[in-house]
């Protein structure tokens, strides 16, 4: 049977661990900004403005992958509990399932998240791009705003209960 008191428990405490991993990994890249901020152009060589295209380019497509590997990701997360909800009638193992599939999804998104955002702020710290400060900005921002929260992981888990 269903056990909702300590479901929820167990809920609570993997949104407790991933909104930690999230905010270190904020002010991690914040610290590392602010570190470019200051260093910025110290260490550029002789011609690393003609790289800035090259870089920048490198940084649109690690993002797009990015994109595109976590839309994979999280679709084979729902399928994978779609085909758990066919063949389960206990509650208890889709819930854990459910969780399993929501911090597998919330860990691989923040690090795909990441994976920019460093690119971005070496670009800025060797060549100090505008550009690529905006993009790292942009990209910390976009982290902050996919923190997990209970609300997030009752539509994950309404998202995986809609699939055919």
Not at 106 to 134: E, F, K, M, Q, R
């Amino acid at each position: 049977m269903l056990d909702e008191s300590r479901m929820k428990e167990g809920a609570d405490g993997v949104i407790r661990t991933l909104r930690f991993i999230y905010a270190s990994m904020v002010v991690g890249n914040l610290v590392f900004l602010g570190v470019a901020a200051m260093l910025k152009g110290q260490l550029a060589q002789p011609g690393v403005e003609q790289q800035t295209p090259i870089l920048l380019g490198a940084l649109g497509v690690l993002g797009v992958g990015c994109v595109a590997g976590y839309s994979v990701v999280e679709r084979m997360a729902l399928a994978r509990l779609a085909h758990v909800q066919l063949g389960s009638v206990e509650s208890e193992l889709l819930g854990s399932e459910v969780l399993a599939a929501y911090r597998q999804v919330a860990l691989v998104g923040a690090a795909l998240i990441d994976w920019p955002v460093l690119l971005a702020v070496v670009i800025y710290l060797l060549t100090g791009s505008g550009i690529a400060l905006g993009a790292a900005l942009l990209a910390v921002g976009l982290l902050v705003s996919r923190i997990p929260s209970r609300e997030r992981l009752e539509r994950f888990a309404a998202r995986s209960r809609e699939q055919p």
